[in-house]
């Protein structure tokens, strides 16, 4: 079993919809939550990060962890065209390198 | 600010060749990262630097990957001999410290294609 599950899509929507995108996990010691957006052939950026458990709101974009399910989502509302990207969700211990671990990524279209 | 520089951007070998990476981090950043990532799947981390010393490279093939940072600066990743599945995005990310929680900011990667 991966330690992070992802879905890898392609998760296809129409313009101004609300987009879900979900990870899973099997590691109780992830206290960090981060999901990163990456364009094709681009390099990851960061879109947002959560420490722990609950909500993180930052414009269009939710995050949402419930520790108790192993369980990460994030929103989108009104989706865009230039939002069509990968999203990865990767978590992180809160002690040793911090290591990162990546999900396969949930590839997202958005259509205009 | 300038971001992470990496170079080439694209390789083409035929396997068992030898190949190498360069990637110059954030200034000022000293923790620096070089990922796999094979097409379909997220960034695999090979090897972590802090500074010019190696604080993780569990999963580094040692016996065709290599890397080095010197100066603590810039790094080069080299696989030597490549094989069909070497082929993958390295992607070459750098943060400010370790220890807690810091933003990795990464590079627009290298693609390797070995044939």
């Known amino acids: 079993q991966k330690e992070v599950e992802q879905d890898p899509g392609p998760l296809s929507v129409p313009e101004g919809a609300i987009v879900s995108l979900n990870c899973t996990y099997s590691n109780s010691a992830f206290q960090y939550f981060m999901w990163y957006r990456q364009y094709s052939r681009k390099g990851p950026e960061l879109l947002m990060y959560t420490y722990s458990s609950g909500n993180k709101e930052d414009g269009r974009f939710t995050a949402q962890v419930d520790k108790s399910s192993k369980y990460i989502s994030l929103f989108i509302r009104d989706s865009q065209p230039s939002d069509s990207a990968t999203y990865l969700c990767a978590m992180s211990p809160t002690s040793g390198t911090y290591k990162y671990i990546f999900g396969t990524g949930t590839r997202l279209k958005v259509l205009a | 600010e300038a971001g992470v520089a990496q170079s080439p951007r694209y390789k083409i070998i035929e396997k068992r060749q030898s190949v190498a990476f360069w990637c110059n981090p954030i200034?000022?950043?000293?923790?620096l990262y070089w990922y796999q990532q094979i097409l379909g799947q997220g960034p695999k981390l090979l090897i972590q630097f802090q500074n010019n010393g190696v604080v993780d490279d569990s999963q580094l093939p040692k016996d065709r990957f290599s890397a080095e940072r010197l100066k603590g600066v810039d790094s080069t990743l080299k696989i030597q001999p490549a094989k069909l599945e070497d082929s993958a995005v390295y992607l070459c990310?750098?943060?400010?410290?370790?220890?807690?929680?810091?933003?990795?900011?990464f590079g627009p990667g290298t693609r390797l294609t070995v044939l």
């Open positions: 200034s000022g950043h000293a923790t």
């Open positions: 990310a750098s943060s400010y410290i370790t220890g807690t929680l810091n933003e990795q900011f």
